[in-house]
Nanobody, 121 residues
Framework: QVQLVESGGGLVQPGGSLRLSCATSGFTFSSRTMTWYRQAPGKERELVAVITIPGGSTSYADSVKGRFTISRDNAKNTVYLKMNSLKPEDTAVYYC??????????????WGQGTQVTVSS
């Protein structure tokens, strides 16, 4: 059974930092691209950061570039999102995602339950 479980969210002051974790099981984590998304109230889900397999590349939304860092630990089947210099507009539910296309063209798309990040003074 594929599972993705986010943790590490909470309330933080503007300028503060948090590190989110996404612990996974049930699939070959080391061979999959992992993505963080977020969704704020009244807004559509937004892609935040992407990391490919080890030795691959990372990419970020312009709104978080230079402040957030995505990383992964294949030994722990876990992907992280380090969030620095947090702003109130970063307030959202953050979701971890694993998606890929199988060898026969079948699509896989798995999500965690989300973790709330609130940036407020």
């Amino acid at each position: 059974q594929v599972q993705l479980v986010e943790s590490g969210g909470g309330l933080v002051q503007p300028g503060g930092s948090l590190r989110l974790s996404c612990a996974t099981s049930g699939f070959t984590f080391s061979s999959r691209t992992m993505t963080w998304y977020r969704q704020a109230p009244g807004k559509e889900r937004e892609l935040v950061a992407v990391i490919t397999i080890p030795g691959g590349s990372t990419s970020y939304a312009d709104s978080v570039k230079g402040r957030f860092t995505i990383s992964r630990d294949n030994a722990k089947n876990t992907v992280y999102l380090k969030m620095n210099s947090l702003k109130p507009e970063d307030t959202a539910v953050y979701y971890c995602n694993a998606a890929w296309v199988g060898g026969r063209g079948e699509e896989y798309d798995y999500w965690g339950q989300g973790t709330q990040v609130t940036v407020s003074s």
